[in-house]
Structures are given as C-alpha cells and as structure tokens.
C-alpha cells in the first residue's frame, strides 16, 4: 500500500515539484493550494504524512499544525515543514508548534524523498 | 530540472509579478492594511521560494533583501513613506526584470539592481529591530542535514562503537516521530543493539496511552561518525533525552544532554545555524481574511477574487480552429442552399441566417477566451514612465482607463514594444520641463494617460500625454530638410503629424538615452500594422499629443482582399492594402530590363506580378491586362501588386501552413474558403521583398526565355 | 540496409499493400490514418516537384506529396481514380498520391527480408524491407527516411 502525502503550498511551482518528486519516489501525493484547503483535505482522510509550506495566504503553516495536532483524527501524523529559512528560531517554533522536520526549500529530490521516508517509514 | 516546471515557474512568476504590482498599487493609493502588505510579502517570498529550486541565484538574493522590507513594513517596524514606498516600487521593477533575463536565459543584472540593493539594505538596517542583512543564508542551497549525512566526513575505515540513550519525552510522539523509525535510520548507520528500557512503565491503572515511558539503551558500531549519529535526531532535538558517547579510544566524550537549542556539534556545514535571523513570520493578523486565489488580485478595493480555470493554451487553439470550421461549413452549406434555388426568404434560409449567428457568437466565446485583460501591459507602462521620468527628470503621473479592455494574448504580448516606445517618447519628448509647465500654467506634474476601450470589433488604445504637443514647423522642416517631402508641398496638418511614421524620421534633435535610440516612430508603426493595426497620431499645441491605434479583436481572424493570382485564389491582407487600381494603358510605362512602373497622381510606382513573384505564372506578364493592388510593405515604397482580378474582402481564418509543411517564401498562412478550397495568404512584405532581390528576379527571368515581358522591379 | 531485423519474428504486423509508379509498395497500417480519393490541390510556390501542393482536410491544411516522384520512380498524373494515402510522420500529417491500394496483409515480422544493400538511391534508401506476396516483391516503405522532420523547410 502507497504511502499518502498531503503537500500544501500556495506556490504551484513547488507545489507541482513536491508532487512530481514524490510521487516519482511511489508516494500517492494529494495537493493542497493554502492552509485552510490543507486542513479540509487532511479531514477529509486519512494521510501519513503532512508537507506544508509556512508562508500562505488562508492560514499559514503554523496554523495548519496546531489545527492538525489539535484535531480529532491522526493527529499524531508526521508533518514536515518546507522553508525557505533556516534560522534556529524558526525552526523552534516550528517544533514547539508540533513539525515533524523541516525541509529547507530548494531541496534535492533525494535528500527531500529520504526526509519524508524518515519521517513516514515508508515509500 | 525539466522544462514543464520552468514554465510553470514563470507563469506562476508572471501572476505573482502582476499581484506584486497590484498590491503595490494599492498601497500608493494608501491602502496599508495587513492583507495588501502580507499579499505583497507573499508574492515577493513565492518567487524567492521557487526561483531557489532553479538556483537563479540573482533572483534569490534580490527578493531576499525585498522580503526583508516587506517584512519590516509588514510587522510595523518600517514605516512606509515616500521614500520607501519609492524603493518597493522600484524593487518589483528590478524583480521583474531579473525574472524576464532568466527566462531569456540572460544573466545581466538591470543597472538599478546594486544600488537599490543598497537601498533597501539601509532600510532593514534603520528600522528599529535587530535584522538580519546578511545576504540569503548560504545554507539556501543545501539540502538540510538530516537529509545528507555524508556532508560530515566520516572518518574513512575507521570502526567506531557508540553508546546511545535515547529517553522520547510525550512531545516527541505528538510531534509525529515514532522511535522505530529513528532506531531503523540508526541501524541502517551499523550495526545496532537495542536493549528497551521498560522500568518507567507505570502499573496498567495509571497508564496513559500517549505518555512516553520507554526509553532506548543501544549500541551502534561502524565506521560512523558522531555528527551521522546526532544527524539521525535532528528532528526530535528537544523532544527527547539523548546521549551519545563515543566508547573506544581516546576519543572526547560528548555527553551533553540534549537541549532546546541546536548543538552546532551535531550541525553539519550544510546547516550551520545563522545568529538569529528575523524569519519567523508575525502571528497571523486576525483569522479573518479575504480568499485570495494563489498569485491572484490581492488589493484591498478587489474585492473576492473570482475563481478561474487554467487551460492549456493549445486546447483553445483547436477551439479557435474548430469553430473556425465551423463558420466555413456554415458559408458552404449556406452557398448550395443558395445555389439550389432557395429564396432569400425562405424559412430555410432564415434557418440558415440563425445558424450563421449561432456560430458567430459561438466565434465569439471563444476568442473570449484568449482574450486578456490589458491591465498588466498598461502596468508594466507604468513603470517604463516611472523609469523614464527619472531618467530626464520629470515629473510624470500615469492615468489609465480601461484597463480591463480585453484583447487577444498575442497582442497583448507584441503591443508591449510599440507602446512602450510611444510611452517613453511622450515623457522624453511631449512632456514639458516643470519649469516650462509652470510658465505656461500646467501643473508641475506631467500626465500620461492610456486608455483602452472596445468599438466596433476593434480594439482602440490611445496614448495621451498633456506636454508640448507636436512642433509642426520643425517636423515639417526636417522633413523637408531629409527629402521626404518637397518643399513646396501644401500639407495638412493631420499630414504633417503623419510624418512622424515615416521611416527614418526621428525628431529628437538631441539624443537623450531614453528614446533616441535610432528607433523611430516608423518602427512602431511596422509593429503595430504586422497585427493588422493601424495607428495615427493627433496634437494640439500646448495641449499635447495623442497616437491613436485600432487592433482586430484577434490574429486567428484576418481582413483580407480575395484575389485571383495565376488561376490561383489567394487572401492579401487587408491592412497592407492601400488601394485597388484598374489602370489605363496609358498609366503603365515599360521601365528597364523587363520592368514596368506605374502612374498615379503623378507619382511612379514599380509593378510586381504577383503571379510571377511566386512562381505560379505560366505566361509571360501583361501588365495591360492586370489589376493592380497598391501595398505598403515594411516601411518601402508602395508597390502595385498585379493580380489577375479582385472577387472580395471578407474576414478569413488563418490556418497555419508550418506545422505540417513549413515555411514558404511569400506565404504567411493559409485559409479555407467557403467552396472548401484552400487559399493562400499572401505575405506582402515578403513578397516585396523577393522582388526586390536581384537573384529572385533572376530566377524568374530564367524560367522565362521571354523576359523582356517579366515583371521587375523599379 | 537494414542490419539487424527490424520486426520480432513472432510479430504480426498489418500493412497495406498499394501501387506507386507501377510498383508494389506497403505500409505499416499504424502510420495510415486514412485513404481518400484524389481531388484537386492548391500548388505551393517555392515547392519541390514532388510536392503537389496542399489539400483541405476537413479543416486542416495538408501537404500532399506524389508518392512515386518522391522515389525517383517519375511523376504521377494524378486523376479522379488515384487514391490519397493520408499518414502521420514526425507529428505532421500529410497525403501520398499513390496509384492504388490493394489490400490489408497480415504477416509474421520473420517473414520481412531485409532490403538487399546494392545502391543508394531515393528509391532504395526509403525502403526498410522486402515481403513477397504471391510471385511478387512488395518494398515496405520507411516514412522517417521518405520524409525527414525538417526535410520540407523550404530554403
């Protein structure tokens, strides 16, 4: 069985990366193009593992964790970050918030497969 | 990084481009509510974000240092007045630019680039916080460090053996880790014993199931080093309790528990931890937002952004050409009714007549979808005056109106170069200084407007500035003065400001780097006819000068004059048209070897058979027994193009002769009549051209023992 | 020409067997897309002999190319009875003028023989094969080779 990734960012480019680097690697990738979309898809079933930009309109990263680790269902599922910044506060607050791991953007298709495979244990 | 995604990536650029300018826009009008600023943020960081993963690097640095000020304006720590909102503004221009040169796959950086680097780097730098203003994190171009364990030298045939205790506190499960899988990763390090630690299992009463009690004893031996080991863990730093000591040798213990804060230890060079960057983004403002569609409207006066549909442009090509079909096979059906002998008032004939007006508004929708708004080419004016204005010194306001004029992509996209040209003329040239202004009682401030509106199928934009207006004398002088007109010619005015097109006319009499650039006006007009446009210029002294320009609605439709050519039908275009002649004999005077020229009002103009041009007479050239079609071809001299009879003008749909042929001299396109036979395009330009060359006339002549009948060349 | 065999021998492959210049080709029935009668053709200027000149296809303009002039086997004269094979080659679409077409054959790709290597003329170089049909040779045509990508990019 495929492992499922919801990845959530409102740059369709990387969006468009994530799913083609993913789902290259044998993951079954849905998108998802702002927070609150992310959040009705992750509701909508079951994922086993979250990708999420920070910067989004709709609801930014952070809140797509908290509502994700605040919910009812799956909350413990991984979720990675994806980030242009790599600044230790950020990625505090990102771990205080309930992130996983952060991939920092631009990533390498490998080292951004064996990241989510970490996390997921899977694909 | 494969092409598809490129695309994708400039497309995105141009929307987050647009969505930039808008929201800037919004702001100069005084709109600094959070959702303008963070929407401008965001388009700034999403062209950051991706132009990282095509490593285009200028683009990275730039919007960096952009986001910075965003960012500060953004958290209220940088106030934007005049002075900063001038550096945003001219910031999305540069951004703009180094987008443009790396989809050209250019590398030139726009000269305006260092300084408002500069710039922008003294206002993150004045604002009252602490700022990062290093340049973008060296790390930006790694892959993180978990990812890449190999980025630490191991030591190379080195056996180490490590002890390992690892205690997850609660933290790190909600985080979503599970322990299994970092105890796999550790295994796939060397060679790992686990001994699980069950003594802090609490009796089964009390237990709670998302409490963390276990905890990890291992060892891990292998050539390894620490930093792979600490790598593992990277995630969960802070969830957990974690040793790692090295056992053998003399190697230093490392025994420090893991803290909150990242170890530089256990950091790899990929990730080496920057001093505290200002990158966590403020909290959200308020739950309440407006949907903002990605890389779409975000100006606070939008209002919702409509939802739109994102279709390869090819589909609606087929689209175009299908329906296209379909209004010829309404014209055919439309001539055997007619030639079966139905009346004109038939019931099947008005039947038809609904048919023919179903198909048209069908013909309509769907070049409806090509159409775009000329809203981002009118923005992309503004700043070329902006850009201008600076340049000489001036002060230029730009006014816009109907901007949500649609036109078709294509000419959106080919007005770019003409209207820019005409823009920075009427900065450099029309303006007045403010000095002169203020004597002559204008405002200080200059004003371009550009206006676009719909009228009669057409598409009209006008380019108005409130300067000088157009000095007649001097054009006619020069004029005079070049030969392009006799002296004692009686010109209008209307014919003197006309003049201005002429090829090679330039009424700069000092160069100034904005548009004396040995373009003249001529080269717009050469554009803006080879969309099938036409494009006139008015003026009033002292008030200013408006160039008028008329476009069809689309280029997958053209006007064209139906002639009959070597027994072939053939379509010329009606925009290079400038009149039909039926001439006497008297008016064709034999010129040269095999030449003829022909006289009208005085005038000589050469004659080409277009018959013998393409190759398609078989009969030496009469020119007593031809038509002849006066063009206006690429800024020469008109020629009379003879053609063997004229049936109609009529709108045609243009077929593309090159996907499945090629390219023929003389041929621009092809269209399908409405007997269903093909009839080709005439590319008079090309045509005129062929003529025009020695070795083509040759040919003709060699085909044609007979040449002293042939067509030639004045 | 051909070196190694282009077919699995234990392939069926379909071709349509037709006439051009008085001889007997075939093609590979996965390149046609249809076969239509001859009607009149508006001529290119610029445009090699063999090229007739462009046909209306139900909306699409397409070259049509006389089959056995393109062979060097003579120009045809092309006549209501003469038959328009409409093929795609390197994503364009074009139309052959052959003779005639005769039949659909079905074949073992063992039984194609390889084109025997004696010249090197247009009449040889498009041909990727032989199939004896009956008593007679029937030269499997190579479209790539009869019509390169570029090939009809007037100068």
Not at chain 3, 16 to 29: A, K, N, P, T, Y
Not at chain 3, 58 to 86: E, F, N, S, Y
Request: glycine share 8%; with cysteine; proline share 6%.
């Amino acid at each position: 069985m495929s492992v499922s990734v919801l990845a959530i960012d409102d740059s369709r480019t990387i969006r468009e990366m994530v799913s083609r680097t993913l789902g290259d690697a044998g993951f079954d990738v849905t998108t998802a193009t702002d927070g609150k979309a992310g959040v009705a898809a992750f509701e909508g079933r079951r994922f086993d593992a979250v990708v999420t930009d920070i910067n989004m309109p709709n609801l930014d990263g952070f809140g797509v964790i908290e509502a994700i680790r605040g919910g009812r269902t799956n909350r413990r599922v991984p979720i990675l970050v994806l980030t242009t910044e790599s600044g230790p506060a950020l990625k505090e607050r990102a771990r205080k918030a309930g992130a996983t791991g952060w991939i920092v953007k631009p990533f390498e298709d490998r080292a951004f497969v064996d990241v989510v495979r970490r996390v997921t244990g899977g694909a | 990084m494969s092409d598809s995604l490129r695309d994708m990536f400039f497309a995105e650029c141009e929307d987050l481009l647009e969505a930039l300018s808008e929201g800037l826009a919004a702001m100069s009008d005084g709109t600094h509510d959070a959702e303008t600023v963070n929407a401008i943020f965001r388009a700034v960081h999403s062209i950051k974000g991706a132009a990282g993963a095509f490593a285009l690097e200028d683009i990275v640095s730039f919007a960096h240092q952009y986001e910075t000020v965003l960012d500060l304006i953004r958290s209220g720590q940088l106030d934007p007045d005049a002075e900063v909102m001038r550096a945003i503004l001219r910031s999305s221009d540069v951004l703009a630019d180094l987008v443009d040169a790396a989809q050209n796959d250019r590398t030139d950086r726009p000269d305006a680039m260092a300084p408002l680097l500069e710039q922008l780097t003294r206002l993150a730098d004045a604002a009252p916080a602490p700022i990062a203003t290093q340049p973008p994190e060296p790390e930006a171009v790694f892959a993180p460090m978990a990812a890449m364990p190999l980025t630490l030298a191991p030591i190379v045939g080195a056996e180490s053996r490590f002890r390992i205790r690892f205690r997850p506190e609660r933290a790190l499960f909600d985080n979503g880790h599970d322990p299994l899988r970092l105890l796999r990763a550790l295994s796939a390090l060397g060679e790992l014993t686990v001994d699980c630690d069950l003594s802090a299992i609490p009796p089964l009463g009390s237990f709670d199931p998302e409490e963390s009690f276990l905890a990890w004893d291992m060892t891990l031996t292998g050539d390894i080093a620490e930093g792979e080991i600490r790598g593992v863990f990277s995630f969960v730093d802070g969830l957990c309790t974690l040793s790692v000591e090295r056992e053998d040798d003399e190697a230093p213990q490392s025994t420090v528990p893991n803290s909150p804060l990242p170890q530089p230890a256990a950091t790899p060079p990929g990730e080496a931890e920057t001093p505290l960057v200002n990158a966590d983004p403020p909290p959200d403002p308020g739950g309440e937002r407006q949907p903002v569609r990605a890389g779409g409207a975000a100006a606070a006066n939008a209002g919702p952004a409509r939802p739109t549909l994102r279709v390869d442009p090819e589909r609606v090509d087929r689209l175009i050409n299908t329906v296209g079909e379909l209004i010829i096979n309404q014209a055919v059906i439309g001539q055997k009714i007619a030639a079966l002998g139905a009346e004109p008032n038939s019931e099947v004939m008005s039947d038809l007549d609904d048919y023919r007006h179903l198909a048209r508004d069908i013909q309509e929708g769907v070049m409806a979808i090509r159409a775009q708004p000329v809203k981002p080419l009118f923005q992309r004016m503004g700043r070329i005056i902006r850009e201008a204005a600076e340049a000489v010194g001036k002060e230029v306001v730009l006014e816009t109106e109907g901007e949500m004029t649609e036109v078709d992509k294509t000419v959106v996209e080919r007005l770019a170069d003409p209207l820019t040209h005409m823009v920075r003329n009427a900065v450099d040239h029309g303006i007045e200084p403010a000095a002169l202004r203020t004597e002559r009682g204008k405002p200080a401030e200059g004003t371009v407007r550009l206006i676009a509106a719909h009228r009669s199928g057409h598409v009209h934009i006008a380019i108005a500035d409130d300067g000088g207006g157009l000095d007649r004398e001097r054009i006619l002088g020069k004029a005079v003065e070049k030969g392009l007109v006799s002296p004692e010619a009686k010109l209008t005015e209307s014919e003197i400001d006309n003049l201005l097109f002429l090829p090679g006319f330039s009424t700069a009499s000092s160069i100034t780097n904005l548009s004396g650039r040995g373009v003249g006006m001529d080269v717009v007009k050469t554009a803006i006819t080879s969309l099938g446009g036409r494009v006139s210029i008015s003026s009033r002294p002292g008030h200013g000068s408006t160039f008028s320009i008329t476009l069809p609605l689309t280029l997958a439709v053209l006007d064209g004059m139906v002639v009959t050519v070597g027994d072939q039908t053939m379509v010329l275009p009606l925009y290079s048209i400038l009149e039909t002649i039926r001439p006497q004999a008297r008016n064709v005077t034999p010129l040269g070897r095999g030449g003829h020229v022909l006289s009208i009002r005085g005038a000589y103009v050469p004659i080409v058979s277009l018959a013998h041009v393409l190759g398609l007479a078989s009969e030496p050239f009469d020119p007593t027994r031809s038509i002849f079609v006066l063009i206006r071809a690429d800024g020469s001299q008109p020629v009379a193009l003879a053609v063997e009879a004229i049936s109609d003008q009529r709108q045609v749909v243009i077929k593309s002769l090159e996907g499945n042929y090629g390219r023929i001299p003389g041929i621009s396109a092809a269209t399908i009549l409405g007997d269903g036979k093909i009839a080709l395009i005439v590319d008079t330009d090309t045509v005129v051209a062929i003529a025009a060359q020695t070795p083509a006339v040759q040919t003709i002549r060699d085909k044609e023992p007979d040449h002293e009948q042939l067509a030639a060349l004045g | 020409m051909s070196s190694s065999p282009l077919w699995d021998d234990n392939a069926t492959i379909e071709f349509v067997s037709l006439v051009s210049g008085g001889q007997s080709f075939c093609l590979e029935i996965t390149t046609i897309r249809e076969i239509r009668r001859w009607s009149a053709v508006t001529p290119l200027p610029y445009s090699e002999d063999s090229v007739l000149g462009v046909m209306n296809l139900r909306g699409a303009v397409i070259p049509i190319v006389d089959l056995a002039a393109r062979l060097g086997l003579g120009r045809t004269d092309p006549t209501a009875r003469h038959v328009i094979i409409v093929v795609a080659v390197h994503q364009r679409t074009l139309g052959l003028l052959v003779d005639s077409v005769s039949e659909i054959l079905t074949v073992k790709g063992g039984a194609i023989r390889e084109t025997p290597n004696v010249r090197s003329d247009d009449s040889i170089r498009s041909i990727r094969g032989l199939l004896q049909i009956e008593e007679e040779m029937s030269r499997i045509i190579d479209l790539s080779a009869l019509l390169p990508a570029e090939h009809e990019d007037a100068a």
